[in-house]
């Protein structure tokens, strides 16, 4: 009888090992399955997410392109109307205060000398400060004291051959000596 509840203890033991054994291999493979959904899921989402990057990228790319032609066709219509519209009058143009007057580099200093003695016969104008470099030419400071034509006076001038105004500055081209 000993033997029979050995053999028996045995089997038990023995079925006991195979049932933990199976559960074993079948939370194993559960597992393994698990992994396997969880790896695909992560695949699937990473291939979703770089599909949407592309198609992102892909509009940016498109939406970049778009405001860029807008941008030329905006700036080539401005260009065209600038071109179009005629320049603004500077002779009938009223200049009051602090103005610099920009004469070329390549003036003499007695054509200077001239133009500041014609600039000091001007009613209500004040040659304030003369001066400059060889880069950038003669400078000279004005002071205009009333509501004056100025660039329309300065035009008018014998030797000028031209008259830019650019702000506070008045650039002055001088005719060519003969």
Do not use: C
Not at 118 to 129: D, Q
Request: no cysteine; aromatic share 4%; hydrophobic share 35%.
């Amino acid at each position: 009888m000993a033997n029979n509840d050995t053999e028996e203890a045995k089997k038990e033991i023995e079925r006991l090992a195979k049932e933990q054994a199976n559960k074993e291999a079948k939370e194993a493979k559960q597992s393994k399955k698990e992994a396997e959904r969880l790896a695909k899921e992560e695949a699937k989402k990473k291939a979703e997410d770089e599909k949407r990057f592309k198609e992102a990228e892909a509009r940016a790319k498109k939406d970049a392109e778009k405001l860029a032609k807008e941008q030329t066709k905006k700036e080539a219509k401005q260009a065209k109307q600038a071109k179009e519209e005629p320049a603004p009058d500077v002779s009938s143009a009223t200049y009051e205060g602090n103005f610099q007057l920009v004469l070329p580099s390549a003036v003499g200093f007695k054509q200077v000398k001239q133009f500041t003695q014609h600039l000091a016969g001007i009613e209500g104008v004040e040659v304030v400060w003369t001066g400059g470099s060889l880069d950038e030419g003669t400078l000279i400071t004005v002071s205009v004291a009333q509501a004056t034509p100025l660039a329309r006076i300065l035009s008018e001038m014998p030797m000028v051959g031209g008259v830019e105004v650019n702000g506070k500055n008045i650039t002055v081209t001088f005719e060519a000596s003969v």
